[in-house]
């Protein structure tokens, strides 16, 4: 029996993939839950195992292809069944497929014509273009490192003129092919393509905000004996784990137990929708995601059930999973799952920030920067004492700030509790 | 032949004294002398082009003559040697131009003969024949414009360049305004090897004048002494505001046009040897020692000094450099040479 | 443009501008003569010096005999000479027997004579068809003089343009020939600031700034190129029109300017196509600017017959219109 293979959803936001690599080639025979292709998507790669032991009798897609999430990727024949027709794919996927057209672009040749509308020899072909490409447009397409045949041509007889070519260096990356420009080095006046985990922050942050309005808030709050307990394990925990002991998991502990005195803040706001009302729902499960600023990429691991761990356990956690992500292996289980995300800000410097809130939650908070500082105590003493500052982006369909701020003045208390020593 | 009076033995000298017959000697002498050495410097390939005006010794000396230094303007044309150095040219500045040094007026830049001196009254001219009177009649215009008296234009031209538009145009128009202009018409019977009865119907160019409504006469351009006084009425007529005159005279061009022409190919030398017996210069010679205006040996002693003088010019101005490549730029506007400007 | 006089200019047409300015000159400098046929007491053929002969004189006024070439020799005798003549040759079509004057003399009085004599001489001719002046009143001669170093050449459209450069020319050290589109002397209209003023020689002008494309012109066709600009302004296509104003020396900067800004250049000029001031703005632009270049440079230009007609068809057929020259403005915008 013939088995059609689509293109999974790996992740819950997802709505499409890419074929990384494909594992098989036609013929190739394969066990079932052995890996045969490599899938990506946003930000992780993921092999997807054959649901059947069997040969590989088609490969619908090119490696490197994008396809929404549900098209036909591959056909495996089953093994020790008589061959038979394909079976019909079923008639959303055949809908889904159709209307999922490759969104890559591979470079057109320009569609020309001649001034009354009859189309130009069929000889107007990219050696031509070039050849009839004027001294200005050479130039300006070898300054902005882009290939005139890519660019479609508004003059006389298609001929692309230097206007053309100065305005497919400021337009969408598909109207021109770039060369050696890239996120990760850029090259001033030339156009980057984005990658598909950019082009997915690209939306989901314009989701996030078009949806949640954000308000912010920020305490300042004094780490001097957290710190203190803080370096005072660190050495140990070290050689211990092999991980870092930043203050990390010390806020998180923090975070979750404040979580659970303001739950509204742990929880997702439901827009109406076909089956009901608007509704606010309280998540069950404390998932924590740490934002992860990488080099070309953003990511956001989750420490599930953070609630439920110590200040050690979620040092692990938080540990292992910034190592995966540094590696770049971080799997679609570590991604999926939060409920409130904590951005540790302060490696950089950073005093105050505004993040946006992960989609489909209540809040992001952060750590700033630890500073030591002189401040007046209640006794109008001055001391030098560890501040840091935390800041919070709120929906405000879900809490305003009666909550929101409550709930940074209890996290704040509560750091300022801890320490300077104690069990982790 | 000067005017001797064969029943007196005087000399017909037209108020000239002693020394101003001497004086037109030598510049007959000197003229020739620097003639033969701007052809003694081409033989010896050091110059690439000479030309000669041999026959037009008296003729030269004696306009000369009569010219104002420092009031008069000359418009010479290329054959006109003497009647340069008589205004005032030294050797030193005829062989700057032979050999086409910097220092030269024209800065190396005209051929040889092109004489130029704003500070003698030397109009520039190129070696287009009949371009520079007009030149000259303008010039003419300027002096009387301003009023100026005791000054007159001396323009001179060859027979051939009376056949021009511009000589007809130039004489029409001096005469129309009384210009102080003396058309001074050397007649050597040759333009280049076009002989005189190939040129002009009427062979006497000192008849159009009337034509003109200007005077006109005729004289033995030979006989230095003549010249002077033909010269001289036509000028003191020019300078006192009474309007121009056609003067021309007669002498013979001895020598090829220059040296790039062969006039054995036009005429014989049998014919160039017999008017060999007409030299205006041992003619003049020998009515000076007659009537004792010179010896002998001051006659050699000029010659030896002329000579001297030849040496020294040719020897200082050889010595000099040409222009610079650079130079070829200069003075092509006041201002920048390039067309195009920013 | 506005036509309106103000305390500090005055409305003149072309002829009227030429007129006032020499009188200036005449008034200003006693070295300054004007000559040429007809110049005095008829007060030349369009009474540009009409009533001058009575205020300066015919000392300073000259009629002259019918003779070009010494027209202008006479002239360069003149400048030599110290004075500060203004030759008149009365039409353009008469100049060709003073060629070797202009061209072989007063060109290379400075040159040959490495400095020592000097030529200030400016020679004035009306120029230029449209008049129904056929084969001996109607040519355009820039074309026969601007290859020649030593010469200078101006070709003013404007009336205030007549004015600076004809100071600037009778200022000038150096020969200048002053080209006065004949057509243009009642026709153009426009306000001249008072008092004296020159502009100089080897400036262009642009009269209408644009951005798609760059159209160099002068004379008479400047007029119809900024009508034709003025069209395509209002069909929302954007032509800059640079007036050349001075051909010897040209300004090299203002074309190079407009060009790397525009990337396309068309010239028109009402002189033969073939060798004229189009074929040397072109290679210029050519040598200097190739890399700016979106479309193959065009010259709009009369065709290469000896002379228009005077039959009317035989003139409209060598002139170029308007309407011809927006035509060609569209093409070179479209290509």
């Known amino acids: 029996m013939a088995t059609t293979i689509t293109m999974p959803q790996l992740g819950e936001t997802v709505t499409e993939g890419t074929v990384a690599q494909w594992l098989k080639s036609v013929g190739d025979s394969v066990d079932k839950y052995e890996d045969f292709v490599e899938v990506s998507t946003d930000k992780v790669n993921a092999g997807v195992p054959s649901p059947v032991t069997g040969t590989i009798r088609e490969l619908l897609v090119k490696e490197g292809e994008t396809v929404a999430t549900g098209t036909p990727i591959a056909v495996i024949d089953e093994a020790g069944a008589a061959k038979t027709a394909l079976t019909a794919a079923p008639a959303a996927t055949a809908a889904s497929a159709a209307a999922a057209a490759p969104v890559a672009a591979a470079p057109p040749a320009p569609a020309v014509s001649s001034p009354n509308g009859a189309p130009a020899a069929a000889g107007v072909e990219s050696e031509s273009a070039l050849r009839g490409a004027s001294p200005a447009v050479r130039r300006l397409a070898r300054e902005h490192r882009i290939d005139i045949r890519a660019i479609k041509g508004s003059g006389s007889n298609g001929r692309v003129t230097a206007d053309d070519v100065l305005a497919a260096v400021t337009a969408a990356p598909s109207a021109a092919v770039t060369r050696t420009s890239t996120y990760a080095q850029p090259i001033p006046g030339s156009t980057v393509t984005l990658t598909q985990a950019r082009r997915i922050i690209a939306e989901r942050m314009v989701e996030s905000k078009r949806t949640a309005p954000h308000a912010w808030s920020m305490v300042e709050i004094d780490v001097t004996d957290v710190w203190s307990w803080r370096v005072r394990e660190k050495d140990r925990f070290e050689r211990e784990s092999g991980y870092k002991l930043t203050l990390l998991p010390f806020f998180i502990r923090a975070v979750v137990e404040s979580l659970a005195a303001f739950p509204l803040m742990n929880a997702r706001f439901v827009p109406a929708s076909g089956s009901g009302q608007p509704s606010i729902y309280v998540n069950g499960e404390v998932n924590i995601g740490i934002a992860i600023g990488l080099a070309t990429n953003l990511v956001v691991p989750v420490i599930r059930r953070a609630d439920k761990l110590s200040i050690k356990g979620i040092a692990l956690a938080a540990g292992e999973l910034i190592e995966k992500a540094r590696k770049g292996k971080l799997g679609v289980d570590d991604l999926a799952g939060g409920t409130f995300t904590v951005n540790n800000n302060g490696a950089n410097g950073s005093w105050a920030s505004a993040p946006i809130i992960n989609g489909g939650q209540a809040g992001i908070v952060t750590m700033e920067a630890v500073v030591k500082k002189v401040v007046v105590r209640d006794d109008d003493s001055l001391a030098i004492r560890r501040m840091m500052n935390s800041c919070l982006s709120l929906d405000h369909r879900v809490v305003d700030g009666y909550v929101a701020s409550g709930f940074l003045a209890d996290l704040k208390q509560r750091l300022e509790r801890m320490g300077p020593q104690g069990d982790l | ?342 | 443009m506005a036509v309106v006089s103000s305390a500090n200019s005055t409305v003149m047409n072309n002829v009227e501008a030429v007129r006032a300015t020499l009188y200036e000159a005449m008034k200003n400098d006693e070295r300054t003569v004007i000559l040429g046929e007809d110049v005095g007491a008829r007060g030349n053929v369009f009474l540009i010096t009409k009533d001058f002969i009575g205020e300066f004189g015919e000392r300073r006024v000259i009629d002259t005999p019918i003779a070009e070439a010494s027209i202008v020799g006479i002239a360069v005798g003149m400048a030599m000479e110290g004075l500060r003549p203004i030759a008149e040759i009365q039409f353009a079509d008469f100049i060709y027997p003073s060629f070797n004057q202009i061209v072989g003399e007063a060109a290379k009085i400075r040159y040959r004579s490495n400095g020592e004599y000097t030529c200030p001489l400016v020679i004035r001719t009306p120029y230029g068809g449209g008049v129904r002046g056929a084969l001996s009143h109607s040519v355009s001669i820039e074309a026969l003089f601007y290859h020649v170093p030593g010469l200078k050449i101006v070709a003013p459209s404007f009336p205030d343009d007549v004015k600076g450069l004809l100071n600037a020319a009778i200022d000038d050290p150096d020969p200048v020939l002053f080209l006065e589109h004949k057509k243009t002397y009642r026709l153009i209209k426009g306000e001249v600031p008072d008092g004296h003023y020159t502009i100089p020689l080897g400036k262009a002008n642009v009269r209408k700034a644009g951005t798609q494309l760059t159209v160099v012109s002068y004379g008479l066709y400047l007029h119809w190129a900024l009508e034709a600009a003025q069209r395509l302004q209002e069909e929302n296509v954007s032509v800059e029109v640079v007036d050349l104003r001075s051909i010897r020396p040209m300004d090299k900067t203002a074309i190079l300017t407009s060009v790397e800004k525009t990337r396309k250049l068309l010239i028109v000029h009402e002189d033969n196509k073939f060798g004229g001031i189009g074929a040397e703005i072109s290679a210029m632009v050519a040598e200097e600017a190739l890399f700016s270049l979106d479309a193959p440079i065009r010259r709009l230009c009369g065709p290469d017959v000896p002379s228009m007609g005077y039959a009317l068809p035989l003139e409209e057929e060598f002139m170029s219109s308007p309407a011809e020259m927006a035509d060609a403005m569209r093409a070179m915008v479209k290509f």
């Open chain 2, 1 to 342: 032949m000067a005017t001797t009076d064969l029943r007196t033995g005087s000399l017909e000298r037209h108020g000239l004294s002693d020394e101003q017959l001497r004086d037109m000697f030598r510049n007959m002498l000197l003229q020739r002398q620097l003639d033969n050495r701007g052809f003694q410097l081409n033989r010896q390939g050091k110059v690439p082009f000479a030309l000669g005006s041999e026959g037009h010794e008296a003729l030269q000396a004696g306009a000369a003559m009569a010219f104002n230094r420092g009031h008069d303007i000359l418009a010479p044309y290329y054959r006109d040697l003497g009647l340069c150095l008589g205004i005032g040219l030294s050797p030193f500045e005829i062989l700057l131009s032979i050999f086409a040094r910097a220092e030269d007026h024209n800065g190396g830049r005209q051929f040889p003969n092109h004489y130029s001196s704003k500070a003698a009254g030397l109009m520039s001219f190129s070696s287009i024949l009949a371009a520079h009177l007009p030149h000259a009649v303008g010039a003419a215009f300027a002096i009387q414009y301003r009023e100026e008296t005791g000054r007159a234009v001396l323009a001179t031209c060859g027979d051939g360049t009376t056949s021009e538009g511009e000589w007809h145009e130039s004489m029409n128009f001096a005469a129309v305004h009384k210009l102080p202009f003396v058309m001074l018409v050397e007649n050597n019977e040759w333009a280049i090897s076009t002989p005189l009865e190939k040129q002009m119907a009427q062979p006497e160019i000192w008849k159009r004048a009337a034509g003109y409504g200007m005077p006109g006469r005729r004289f033995n351009g030979f006989d230095p002494i003549e010249t002077y006084a033909a010269v001289k009425e036509a000028m003191d007529r020019a300078r006192a505001g009474e309007g121009p005159t056609l003067v021309e005279g007669t002498c013979y061009r001895y020598l090829a046009h220059s040296t790039d022409d062969n006039d054995l190919t036009y005429r014989t030398r049998e014919a160039v040897q017999e008017r060999r017996k007409d030299d205006p210069v041992p003619a003049f010679e020998a009515v000076l020692l007659e009537h004792g205006i010179v010896t002998p040996e001051g006659v050699a002693a000029m010659r030896k000094d002329i000579l001297r003088e030849t040496n020294e010019a040719t020897d200082a101005a050889e010595a000099l450099p040409y222009p610079e490549p650079t130079d070829l730029y200069k003075h092509v506007y006041e201002g920048a040479w390039e067309p195009w400007q920013s």
